[in-house]
């Protein structure tokens, strides 16, 4: 249960870090460092931390960096649809452009 949690807020953490600084490295490294650190400095938890450590970095690092990955795909399909919606309409002002010129010389 605790690394559910922990794969949550790594996730958010990440996410957060990369929509204010657009670099998915910074989330990764600020939540394994965090978690290194929480996991060092925890004095009641001292004889666990080893495995702490073997299991809780890799859970911390692809959670981290899933959030910038979810982030460029939400992003991609929306650019893409941006894209598709900006061609659409400039081609419609190119036919409305060119039936009026049309009508104008006749």
Do not use: K
């Not at 600020?30 to 970095?57: H, K, P, R």
């Not at 399909?77 to 081609?91: C, F, H, N, R």
Request: with cysteine.
């Amino acid at each position: 249960m605790i690394f559910a949690l922990l794969f949550i807020v790594a996730f958010v953490v990440s996410l957060v870090a990369y929509l204010l600084t657009s670099r998915w490295w910074i989330g990764s490294l600020l939540c394994v460092g965090l978690f290194t650190v929480n996991a060092l400095m925890d004095s009641e938890a001292q004889d666990y931390w080893q495995f702490t450590l073997i299991f809780g970095i890799p859970i911390v690092f692809v959670a981290s960096i899933l959030g910038p990955y979810v982030v460029e795909l939400r992003r991609g399909a929306g650019l893409e649809a941006a894209i598709d919606d900006t061609v659409e309409i400039e081609s419609q002002r190119g036919t409305d452009t060119q039936s009026s010129d049309h009508q104008n010389q006749q």
